[in-house]
């Protein structure tokens, strides 16, 4: 789409764009941690905006929902991880409710096994990531609706290439974080890719399945 066609049709998804990316370059800078924060929010929140303003009805209306736990578990994390994973936890059990009301009609057996294996792996690495053996748990148990949303993203009628996609990177990024309180503490991976990884993966599942019910509404 050109430039100025995504400043007049779609002006939520480039501020979103703006902000998610901004804070990606400022995070480590001197910029002072109420801005980041508010930068870090606005990235996500600003999707919200962009599902509610794009498609009117309560599929969107849950989309913009899960969007906005988000961007309150973006802002929560930085105070407590335990806070911010309820806000994500909620905005999971939301995007499962909506995955299950739109899936899809005919699954093959490998899409089937893949949303098996989304299901199963996501929760047990989860377990054993952390070095903390007393946190694995509470980890694991947020990990199992993690895992939930992204069996149920990969094998709803959405696009599997946007939303299915977007909720194995949402998946990974995640992943990520538990493996900074265990094997990757030390390593550099996780603070380059948590973010761009859980950013850019809310943008495909919003874009996708607000895409995708537009798409569905128009007449034929």
């Known amino acids: 789409m050109p430039k100025r066609a995504l400043i007049e049709k779609r002006p939520w998804l480039l501020a979103s764009l703006a902000a998610g990316i901004g804070f990606w370059v400022l995070k480590d800078s001197h910029l002072p941690g109420l801005y980041q924060m508010a930068l870090k929010g606005a990235g996500v929140a600003l999707l919200a905006a962009y599902a509610h303003a794009r498609h009117k009805g309560a599929d969107s209306r849950q989309i913009a929902a899960v969007m906005a736990f988000g961007a309150l578990g973006d802002v929560l994390i930085e105070l407590s991880l335990e806070l911010g ?24 057996f490998s899409q089937k096994l893949a949303g098996a294996a989304l299901l199963v792996l996501i929760p047990v690495i989860a377990f054993l990531l952390p070095a903390e053996r007393a946190a694995a748990p509470g980890i694991a148990l947020y990990a199992l609706a993690l895992a939930g949303m992204t069996a149920c993203a990969w094998t709803s ?4 290439y946007r939303v299915g996609i977007g909720a194995v990177m949402f998946a ?18 996780p603070d380059l890719m948590i973010w761009p990884l859980y950013y850019f993966g809310q943008f495909l599942i919003c874009t996708g399945v607000i895409g995708e019910l537009n798409s569905r509404s128009k007449p034929r």
Not at 85 to 97: Q, T
Not at 157 to 160: D, H, L, M, V
Not at 176 to 183: D, K, N, Q, V
């Open 157 to 160: 009628s959405f696009p599997r």
């Open 85 to 108: 994973a309820v806000a994500f936890l909620i905005g999971h059990l939301i995007a499962i409710h909506l995955y299950l009301r739109h899936r899809r009609a005919s699954i093959s």
């Open 172 to 189: 990974v990024s995640d992943l990520l974080i538990f493996a900074r309180l265990g094997p990757l503490a030390h390593s550099p991976l």
